[in-house]
């Protein structure tokens, strides 16, 4: 039957099925790209700083695993094993680079008693409500509140709803942290440029004291971030010095998790995973795609990690469960 439907040739001979044509052109450009994403991801310490462009790239690093997708597409369309297999390499990459920081925290850690639930975020400047966001973390169960990006008029109404709950604070700058345990040596940090923008205190916790630190880092743009790097770099020096062997830090330090910046205090001080997985981004608020916002800290195990919607800001808040 299949021979009857068989177009004959002129010299009476069955026309061999015709083959989809492949496409080399695509193919190599493909295999270019995907050698150049791999290298991008692999290597981002190396693009230069000039016109912010290490900025650029490490905000957004994990966004360019999209580019994977399409890639294996368009291999698949130029009918080249070749290019496939190419584009298999960033997604290797990105894959090692990013998929044991994404995974939900409950497969790697279980609840514990004695524990100390920290709430940080940036309560946007003029927004208006920095006490309803006060309120919000409370109502989660937080132990220590550090607010950022705060004026005198915002830490006067922050102070007048938490003072009942939280009797101990200290607050500098754009910077203040509320504490259900009594808050001792509290300092200001000028971080070496002059600026009031951090927080160093000991939590008398009841098993023992816990550094604490709370910052609001320089604003970082693609042009001028020079600042928020020294700020950065100097805050890393604080933690080997720091004689308690449990230590948080926390607060919007302006730089994403794959910034070259923070590497500083991320090579000293762990940044747990969220509660149900993925990277934690927490601005813009309204479609958060970038992490400034973070809760760092050693000696401790983190339990729980999530962010959350409180007040009008425009950055989510973090808060962090650490058992003591």
Same mark, same amino acid.
């Given at each position: @039957?299949s ?6 040739r002129?010299?009476g001979h069955?026309?061999p099925p015709?083959r ?10 493909v295999?270019?790209?995907?050698l150049?994403?791999a290298l ?5 310490? !190396?693009v ?6 290490s +900025?650029?790239v490490e905000?957004a690093l994990p966004?360019?695993?999209a ?12 009918r *080249?094993? =070749? ?5 298999l390499?960033?997604?290797?990459v990105?894959?090692v ?11 790697s850690? =279980?609840?514990?008693?004695?524990? !100390? ?5 940036n309560?946007?400047?003029d ?8 309120q ?6 937080a132990d220590?509140?550090? +607010?950022?990006? @705060?004026?005198d ?5 922050v102070e007048?709803?938490?003072s009942?709950?939280?009797?101990? *604070?200290?607050?500098i700058?754009?910077v =203040?942290v509320?504490s259900?345990?009594p ?7 000028d ?25 609001h ?5 693609p042009a001028?971030?020079?600042?928020r790097?020294? @700020?950065?770099?100097n ?9 308690n062997?449990?230590?948080i @830090? ?7 998790s *794959? ?8 090579d000293q001080l762990a940044?747990?995973?969220?509660n ?8 813009p ?13 050693? =000696? ?7 962010t959350?919607r ?13 058992? !003591?």
């Amino acid at each position: @039957m299949s021979a009857l439907l068989e177009k004959p040739r002129q010299n009476g001979h069955p026309t061999p099925p015709r083959r989809r044509r492949s496409h080399p052109a695509l193919a190599i450009a493909v295999c270019l790209a995907s050698l150049a994403l791999a290298l991008l991801l692999g290597a981002h310490v !190396l693009v230069p700083r000039m016109l912010g462009l290490s +900025l650029i790239v490490e905000s957004a690093l994990p966004w360019f695993g999209a580019a994977v997708p399409v890639l294996l597409v368009a291999g698949l369309v130029a009918r *080249s094993r =070749g290019a496939v297999a190419a584009a298999l390499i960033p997604a290797i990459v990105w894959g090692v680079m990013f998929v044991p920081g994404i995974v939900p925290l409950s497969q790697s850690a =279980g609840g514990a008693s004695g524990t !100390l639930t920290v709430a940080s975020q940036n309560v946007e400047a003029d927004s208006g409500t920095a006490a309803e966001s006060a309120q919000a973390l409370a109502a989660e169960g937080a132990d220590v509140i550090g +607010l950022q990006e @705060m004026d005198d008029a915002a830490r006067a109404e922050v102070e007048a709803v938490l003072s009942e709950s939280y009797p101990h *604070s200290y607050g500098i700058g754009t910077v =203040g942290v509320w504490s259900k345990y009594p808050i001792e040596n509290a300092q200001a940090l000028d971080l070496g440029l002059g600026w009031q923008r951090g927080i160093a205190a000991d939590l008398a916790t009841p098993t023992g004291l816990v550094s604490l630190y709370v910052i609001h880092a320089a604003s970082a743009r693609p042009a001028d971030h020079a600042a928020r790097d020294e @700020m950065l770099a100097n805050l890393a020096d604080y933690v080997p010095r720091d004689e308690n062997a449990r230590l948080i @830090m926390m607060g919007d330090f302006n730089a994403g998790s *794959s910034d070259r910046s923070l590497a500083g205090l991320t090579d000293q001080l762990a940044e747990a995973n969220q509660n149900g997985g993925g990277f934690g981004f927490t601005w813009p608020a309204a479609f958060p795609a970038t992490r400034p916002d973070h809760v760092l800290s050693r =000696g401790m195990e983190v339990t729980s990690n999530t962010t959350l919607r409180a007040g009008s800001s425009d950055h989510l808040a973090v808060i962090t469960t650490l058992a !003591l």
